[in-house]
Structures are given as structure tokens and as C-alpha cells.
């Protein structure tokens, strides 16, 4: 599934990285841990987080995942979308909790059983 579809899917609005919305999303991770995320996310994931400090990107381009989705309609700093628009990743916001975003992206990508 293509991440805009899921943008679309979730009403989510799409804070940098509008390029890359065709990107496929393979799978997705649910933590706010940097050291988690670099232990446990997959590339072609989206990271799901209610972190918005700079460091995410960092985390996220090691990772190699497809984006960033904040939680909870939190706000991201300027410095953060641009630090995440010059590594080319995208940053899109969830209206809903953590769980309610995991549950909804696990269900589109045909996940659940």
C-alpha cells in the first residue's frame, strides 16, 4: 500500500515530504523510544511516535523508514520539518491516539485476521 493511501485513509495532513507519498508501506512501528526505534523499526515501515523533536529524523533515516506519523494531531516544530524535508522524509499527522493509528494502518495493510 502506498503511503498516501493511508495519509488519505487516516485524514491525515501531510506536514513535509509530499513527494514521496507514492512510497509502499510494508509494515509499521508503534514507539517513542529512539533506541526502540532504531532496534526494532523496518525499512518500509511507517514509525508511528508522538515525539516531534529533531532527533526523530536522524532515527528515522537510519532506519530507512517510509515516514513519520505524529499522533494525536501534535504539532512539529519548523526545525524539525526541515531537517525531515532536506532528508527527504516525510512527516504526516495522525488525528487519532498511538493505538487507534496502529490499529487503523494494521487493518489497511491487511494485517489483521
Same mark, same amino acid.
Given at each position: 500500500?502506498q503511503?498516501?493511501?493511508?495519509?488519505? @485513509?487516516?485524514?491525515?495532513?501531510v506536514?513535509?515530504?509530499?513527494?514521496?507519498?507514492?512510497?509502499?508501506?510494508?509494515?509499521?512501528?508503534?514507539?517513542?523510544?529512539?533506541?526502540?526505534?532504531?532496534?526494532?523499526?523496518?525499512e518500509?515501515?511507517?514509525?508511528?511516535?508522538?515525539?516531534?523533536?529533531?532527533?526523530?529524523?536522524?532515527?528515522?533515516?537510519?532506519?530507512?523508514?517510509v515516514?513519520?506519523?505524529?499522533?494525536? $494531531?501534535?504539532e512539529?516544530?519548523?526545525?524539525?520539518?526541515?531537517?525531515? @524535508?532536506?532528508?527527504?522524509?516525510?512527516?504526516?499527522?495522525?488525528?487519532?491516539?498511538?493505538?487507534?493509528?496502529? $490499529?487503523?494502518?494494521?487493518?489497511?495493510?491487511?494485517?489483521?485476521?
Amino acid at each position: 500500500m502506498q503511503l498516501g493511501d493511508i495519509v488519505d @485513509s487516516l485524514g491525515c495532513s501531510v506536514c513535509c515530504g509530499e513527494e514521496a507519498l507514492t512510497r509502499e508501506v510494508t509494515g509499521g512501528f508503534c514507539g517513542d523510544l529512539l533506541s526502540d526505534v532504531i532496534a526494532g523499526a523496518s525499512e518500509g515501515s511507517v514509525w508511528i511516535t508522538r515525539q516531534t523533536h529533531q532527533n526523530i529524523v536522524a532515527v528515522a533515516a537510519l532506519r530507512d523508514v517510509v515516514a513519520i506519523i505524529i499522533v494525536d $494531531g501534535n504539532e512539529v516544530s519548523p526545525e524539525t520539518v526541515a531537517k525531515a @524535508s532536506a532528508e527527504g522524509i516525510p512527516i504526516v499527522i495522525s488525528p487519532y491516539k498511538a493505538f487507534e493509528t496502529a $490499529g487503523k494502518i494494521y487493518a489497511l495493510l491487511g494485517m489483521a485476521k
